[in-house]
């Protein structure tokens, strides 16, 4: 019997999600979060800085990677249990962005994976990079 809910994935599968980042994205997060920085919001601070334009919240350039292990892969029942991100470039509203994962480790014994992390604008920058390690749960009625 395997510890994963579902089958256990093997290493090398990859899956990935597209959306259209806008300005209400950043509205909602400012309202989960908290976070106003001028960067967001100010377009002549914006302007001012390296950026030259409003950009979104790291948070939201990270949070399609939420969805794409709770939706694809690893799936349902998936939670983060550490995530390294590098922020390499930034998005901006407008932009499409994909979120990509691709399983590099999988644990036999417990429901544990390890996954390489990209998030691509669609000039094909990468704003964000990392690794994250996830743990696959079974829902109710699941086993």
Not at 130 to 142: F, H, K, S
């Amino acid at each position: 019997m395997t510890a994963w809910p579902h089958g256990a994935p093997e290493a090398g599968q990859t899956a990935a999600m597209t959306r259209t980042v806008t300005s209400r994205d950043i509205e909602l997060f400012t309202e989960i979060s908290g976070d106003r920085n001028p960067l967001h919001y100010d377009e002549a601070a914006a302007a001012a800085s390296r950026f030259g334009e409003i950009v979104v919240q790291g948070g939201i350039t990270s949070a399609i990677l939420n969805a794409v292990v709770a939706e694809k892969l690893p799936g349902p029942g998936t939670v983060f249990l550490n995530t390294q991100f590098d922020f390499k470039a930034p998005v901006r509203p407008g932009d499409e962005i994909t979120g990509t994962v691709e399983l590099t480790e999988v644990r036999a014994d417990k429901p544990i994976c390890k996954l390489a992390v990209r998030v691509t604008r669609d000039d094909g920058t990468v704003a964000l990079s990392g690794t994250a390690v996830c743990y696959t749960m079974a829902l109710d009625g699941e086993r």
